[in-house]
Structure formats: C-alpha cells, structure tokens
C-alpha cells in the first residue's frame, strides 16, 4: 500500500501530541476507542510520561477485534494498574459506556479525553458514525475533549481508492 506506513505515522505523531496537550489541558482519564494491541507511543505511555499525570486509560479493544488481539493487549497491560482492555463494539457506545471494566477505571461524572484516532474510516457509513461520535461527546461532562482522526480522500486522490478497498476488507463487520 502506497503511502500507508507515512499515513500510519503521521497518525501515531498525532495521537501523541494529542494525549500531551490533553494531559497539559488537565486531562486524567482516557478512552481510546479501537487502539488494538498498544505499541510504542500509546496513549497510557504518553500520558504517564507527563510531569504530574496521574493518567488512567481505557485503551484497547473497543471495536470488534480478534479475540487472541484483546488477550494479548491484557497481557501486555495487566500489571499496570490505571490501565484497562474493554472488548466491546464501538458501534454499541451503550455497551462501552456502560461497561464494568469502563466504570471500575474511569469515573465519567469527570473530566475524560474520548480519542477516535485512525477507525472511524473502518466504520461503514450504515453504521451512522457521525452518530456515534455524537453519543460519546454527548455521555462525557464538561471540560472533557474528543480527539479525533480520520481518513480523507484530500491531498492524494490517486491513492484513495487503493486505500478505500483495504478499509473495506478491514471494516467493522
């Protein structure tokens, strides 16, 4: 794929200047909705690098993945204590939002940082993402920030359709 390894960068340097300005902003709790397996640079790391933070994340498998994908994300996480896998669908923000593992870590009555980076473009347009986004924005309190990055067909169109077939093969089902 044709520019994706620059796309999927660009992405990572987004997510983790995004978690330093929240962080910065007064942001303690973090959802990180369709993280998958955490990587170098993941939302709980970035955090918890800043001075003063005392973050807590929810990071992992939020949207549908393959089951040994959220065991190995546990794995990886489990001793570390302000941190949390959900399995859940994204597409059932009830689910999410109403989940134990959710509410034994993060407490939704305070100020939440809510990250979509790189999966909504996974989520077909039936599914009403613009919906979706609005039923987690609409859930967490004031002073909370929705972070949030997407795909587009701008700046290279040519690779736009090559990129549209593998999010379909990969998309939400």
Do not use: C
Request: hydrophobic share 45%; aromatic share 4%.
């Amino acid at each position: 794929m044709a520019g994706l390894p620059q796309i999927m960068r660009a992405n990572r340097a987004f997510l983790r200047r995004a978690v330093r300005f929240l962080v910065d902003s007064g942001i303690r709790q973090f959802l990180d909705i369709g993280s998958g397996i955490p990587t170098a640079g993941n939302v709980h790391s970035v955090a918890q690098r800043r001075p003063t933070s005392g973050a807590r994340s929810l990071p992992g498998g939020v949207r549908r993945q393959r089951p040994v994908a959220v065991a190995h994300s546990r794995a990886l996480l489990e001793a570390d204590p302000t941190t949390a896998v959900l399995e859940a669908d994204l597409r059932r923000p009830e689910d999410v939002l109403g989940h134990p593992e959710l509410s034994a870590l993060l407490d939704l009555d305070q100020p939440i940082a809510v990250l979509m980076v790189a999966v909504l473009h996974f989520v077909p347009a039936v599914d009403q993402p613009r919906e979706l986004i609005a039923q987690y924005r609409d859930a967490v309190p004031a002073g909370s920030y929705l972070a949030i990055s997407h795909a587009t067909r701008d700046g290279q169109p040519e690779l736009a359709a090559e990129h549209q077939t593998l999010y379909r093969r990969t998309a939400i089902r």
